[in-house]
């Protein structure tokens, strides 16, 4: 059952379906990439994560090589074929460097997976048992928007590094300062025109999510482009923005994404700091580059965020964008695309309250990812 169908009303009634899975948070995000070696040294030079752990032929992996990185709560999988005949290296040739798995964690894989497919999921992968001698880990998966998955992982009886067939890392440490990010703030989706209710309602019924916010076209849009987003979330841990393109009078950022990407897929990742001002700086000493902000910006963010106590001059000197609403403020930054296909990029968040998504600064962000566009001839 597709999302469309839970849509049209294709599901049972909610009074006898299980309940939802109930999710402890993001446990961890698996990229597929061409070079995983090469993806992993740019992680750890550019943005200070650690490899922590490692799989392979010389752990018993024979199809793939997987580097486990972390940095505060944070931790990405990196996962690149060993063939030409690994879905790891179809995905690639398709899609590019992306996310591949957006992974929850949960305390019996078996009952979530089980609810999650009564209640409308497609089945991705049962849940089998990998052991060894740490222990065992449980986890199932089950399909989202385009090819991305969504793993169902109970860990609470592995005492190993992070998986069987994983051991820790010996690669050494990356050089450079503390970059200082603590955990993922939010993952944002992108999916076709006429689908954003669609996975709305997967959230909803099949996750047991809320909408936490709603932007139409009217909300967000420049001169030459517009698009729709909801923030779905399970109230704790998980907050997932989806947007959609709407009508404009040149290509969306969104309508880029999907062309180049060739499906829906995981647009950034919103990484939170507790000092965005020093994560910034550290992040260019490392050669982190960001979208630019026009001066201009600033006055009327004066104007927006009076009263506030903040250092508007370093905040103009990096680049760094400002919003509030009405349980406090928030700062943030977006990084240019991180794979070579105008996909994928970063956003690094400080929030002091506030629970949006920063709202008031979407069109300065669209207006600035329009200038990449127009430089790649893509607007």
């Given at each position: 059952?597709t ?7 294709e ?59 972390q ?29 591949r798995?957006?992974?929850?964690l ?44 969504h793993?169902?992982l ?31 703030d ?5 999916v ?72 829906p ?39 927006r965020?009076a ?9 103009q ?31 690094i968040?400080?929030?002091?309250g ?19 566009q127009?430089?790649?001839?893509n607007?």
């Amino acid at each position: 059952m597709t999302a469309t169908d839970l849509e049209q009303g294709e599901r049972r009634d909610a009074d006898e379906l299980p309940a939802p899975p109930a999710l402890g948070g993001i446990d961890h995000l698996e990229w597929w990439v061409g070079n995983a070696r090469a993806f992993v040294g740019f992680l750890e030079a550019a943005f200070g994560f650690d490899v922590v752990a490692y799989a392979g032929p010389e752990t018993g992996r024979r199809d793939r090589v997987s580097y486990l990185l972390q940095q505060g709560r944070v931790r990405f999988l990196v996962s690149g074929a060993l063939g030409p005949d690994s879905p790891i290296a179809e995905h690639v040739r398709r899609h590019g460097d992306g996310i591949r798995d957006v992974c929850f964690l949960v305390d019996d894989v078996e009952t979530a997976y089980q609810a999650a497919l009564a209640r409308g999921a497609e089945p991705e992968r049962p849940p089998p048992t990998d052991r060894d001698e740490p222990g065992c880990v449980h986890h199932a998966a089950i399909r989202a928007y385009g090819e991305t998955v969504h793993t169902f992982l109970d860990r609470n009886g592995y005492t190993g590094p992070f998986a069987p067939q994983f051991q820790p890392s010996d690669l050494a440490p990356p050089l450079g300062p503390n970059v200082g990010i603590t955990k993922i703030d939010h993952v944002v989706a992108n999916v076709e025109l006429g689908r954003l209710d669609d996975w709305v309602t997967f959230y909803e019924q099949v996750l047991g999510f809320d909408q936490l916010t709603h932007f139409d076209e009217d909300q967000i849009s420049t001169e030459y482009s517009a698009l729709m987003s909801t923030v779905v979330w399970n109230h704790e841990t998980v907050v997932l923005p989806i947007n959609e393109p709407a009508e404009g009078r040149k290509k969306s950022q969104i309508e880029e994404y999907l062309d180049f990407y060739g499906c829906p897929g995981v647009q950034h990742i919103a990484l939170a700091t507790s000092d965005i001002v020093a994560t910034v700086i550290s992040l260019q000493s490392r050669g982190v580059r960001f979208m630019d902000v026009p001066p201009e910006y600033y006055d009327e963010a004066r104007e927006r965020l009076a009263g506030v106590d903040l250092d508007w001059d370093a905040l103009q000197a990096l680049g760094i964008l400002v919003d509030r609403d009405h349980d406090g403020h928030l700062l943030q930054i977006f990084t240019e695309t991180v794979t070579d296909r105008p996909t994928v990029f970063f956003e690094i968040i400080q929030r002091e309250g506030a629970r949006g998504i920063g709202e008031g600064n979407f069109k300065a962000l669209f207006e600035s990812i329009e200038r990449a566009q127009a430089r790649r001839g893509n607007l």
